[in-house]
């Protein structure tokens, strides 16, 4: 589920970096100072933008308005809030990494990230998720490029941007800092990620909160004596159930399939 779930949301980052890709493409040059295209022989103006566009083999077309592709550099600050927004995205994932991997006593310990650091000077034993934790702080200097370059898109005048230095030269760090981010993350811990299945069937089964697959079945008042009784006593929901015969072990087996857990819907019984 959560592994799935980071694939829709880096699918999203990567239409985003296609739009602002598109929105690139428009090019003041030929504008000269203010946009007006003064002093720029008119041959140049209409071949300058195609023979760029042909070396480079990028789509590139001249703005339609050459004063407004002076005056403004909102192209650049969606560039770099796509690059932001991709940034989030994996600072999100590396946290939940971070989380399912704690442990193995008093953490979650869902799952094992590959280790890659000889371990904690002072507490022997203890691997930190240093790889997720790389890629948060990249992502924290993002997110401050980011706001950088919006304030510098903000503060220009008319058809001057003075602060555009800062612009490329944040906007560019965010981008290189990105790509190894990614690079790490995916090479020295995605790759290597391993389940502790028996751990996670322990952790489902002896959770309260699979009462609810069950409630459908028992009522409510029902499931909540049976809740009430496991939180108290420590005993599995599962134990209590069939205790009091109040499923049988191979309805159990259907309701609390934990496939079945994660999809929508009742499960039927019959």
């Not at 991997?101 to 990230?113: A, D, K, M, Q, V």
């Not at 981010?181 to 090479?187: E, K, S, Y």
């Amino acid at each position: 589920q959560e592994f799935k779930a980071w694939s829709y949301a880096i699918g999203r980052d990567l239409r985003r970096f296609e739009n602002a890709r598109l929105d690139m493409r428009f090019l003041n040059l030929g504008g000269t100072a203010i946009g007006t295209g003064i002093n720029a022989d008119v041959e140049y103006l209409e071949a300058v933008i195609v023979r760029l566009a042909e070396i480079t083999g990028l789509p590139l077309t001249e703005a339609d308005n050459l004063i407004d592709g002076t005056q403004n550099v909102d192209g650049y600050v969606a560039a770099s809030s796509a690059v932001k927004t991709c940034a989030v995205n994996l600072g999100k994932i590396s946290n939940d990494l971070r989380l399912m991997s704690s442990g193995p006593r008093t953490g979650f310990g869902e799952i094992n990230l590959p280790e890659k650091q000889a371990g904690s000077s002072i507490m022997p034993g203890k691997v930190n998720p240093v790889i997720p934790e790389v890629v948060n702080q990249v992502c924290f200097n993002i997110i401050g490029n980011d706001v950088a370059v919006t304030m510098a898109a903000e503060a220009g005048q008319l058809e001057l941007n003075a602060f555009e230095p800062i612009i490329f030269y944040n906007l560019f760090q965010s981008i290189e800092t990105l790509k190894y981010a990614v690079r790490t993350l995916v090479d020295n811990c995605i790759v290597g990620i391993t389940a502790n299945r028996e751990h996670c069937h322990d952790l489902v089964f002896n959770s309260v909160g699979i009462i609810t697959a069950v409630t459908p079945h028992l009522g409510y008042r029902a499931a909540s004596r049976v809740a009430n009784e496991a939180i108290a006593s420590g005993k599995p929901i599962r134990d209590i159930i069939l205790r009091d015969k109040l499923m049988t072990e191979a309805e159990l087996d259907k309701a609390l399939d934990p496939y079945a857990m994660t999809e929508p819907g009742v499960v039927e019984l019959d």
